[in-house]
């Protein structure tokens, strides 16, 4: 599976857009890119997942460019409850396939 | 989507006790469930994927008779902590993804959060 880079942590005021970036250098073809959300003493929470261009969901969007080497997640006007660690996972995933988390990105949305 | 159910939520236990920790899929059939765990500031570990009806598959570094792993049906698969020490406290979560998906999205269990005192 490629190994992810996320920065370690962000903040950001409430209603700001925020855009997490991971790097995924070694993505083979077949990979998906895909986002968790993960709240304190809770399971991963899927956010969104795509292959290339653009993927818009009622939660976020994400960017992948041409050549697929990185992505960033795009959180529009976070509030408050958006505080949580963000999961960047790369894989050619099938139902027997587990996700191997990175350290993933602590995202503090302040008042 | 899909629900991943896990129980106990928490459990506290003495030294030395065995605790089994059950994780079912609700509204879908799941072959293989994996199991991981997640200590207090980190990122989730991959311990074991457990297939139903064989043996679980053990991550390097996990004691596979310490954490035995039964997935009996295509709806459950428990993670017994045998003899557990104060070590073992951890929050440990399920996953599985319904049978005959592609795109590899995981449904995650809420989690159960283990304290061996």
């Known amino acids: 599976l490629a190994k992810t880079t996320q920065p370690i942590s962000m903040d950001s005021y409430e209603g700001q857009e925020v855009n997490i970036t991971c790097s995924h250098n070694?993505?083979?073809?077949?990979?998906?890119i895909t986002w968790y959300q993960q709240f304190p003493s809770q399971g991963p929470r899927f956010i969104i997942q795509?292959?290339?261009t653009k993927v818009t969901n009622e939660v976020a969007s994400l960017f992948i460019p041409a050549d697929r080497k990185s992505s960033t997640l795009s959180l529009p006007r976070v509030s408050l409850s958006d505080t949580a660690v963000y999961y960047c996972?790369?894989?050619?995933?099938?139902?027997?396939?587990?996700?191997?988390f990175g350290k993933g990105t602590r995202l503090s949305v302040i008042a | 989507g899909a629900v991943v159910s896990q129980h106990p939520s928490w459990v506290i236990c003495k030294s030395g006790t065995s605790v089994k920790i059950e994780c079912r899929s609700l509204?879908?059939?799941?072959?293989?469930m994996f199991w991981y765990r997640q200590f207090p500031k980190q990122s989730l570990m991959l311990m074991a994927t457990?297939?139903?009806?064989?043996?679980?598959?053990?991550e390097q570094g996990v004691e596979k008779d310490k954490f035995l792993i039964n997935h009996a049906s295509l709806t459950l698969s428990t993670l017994t902590v045998t003899s557990a020490h104060p070590e073992d406290s951890s929050f440990y979560i399920c996953?599985?993804?319904?049978?005959?998906?592609?795109?590899?999205?995981?449904?995650f269990g809420e989690g159960s959060r283990l304290t061996v005192l």
């Open positions: 996953s599985a993804s319904a049978q005959g998906a592609n795109t590899g999205e995981l449904f």
């Open positions: 070694n993505i083979a073809t077949n990979d998906y």
């Open positions: 795509g292959y290339k």
């Open positions: 996972l790369v894989g050619g995933f099938s139902g027997n396939t587990p996700l191997v």
């Open positions: 509204d879908f059939q799941a072959t293989t």
């Open positions: 457990s297939n139903e009806g064989s043996k679980a598959t053990y």
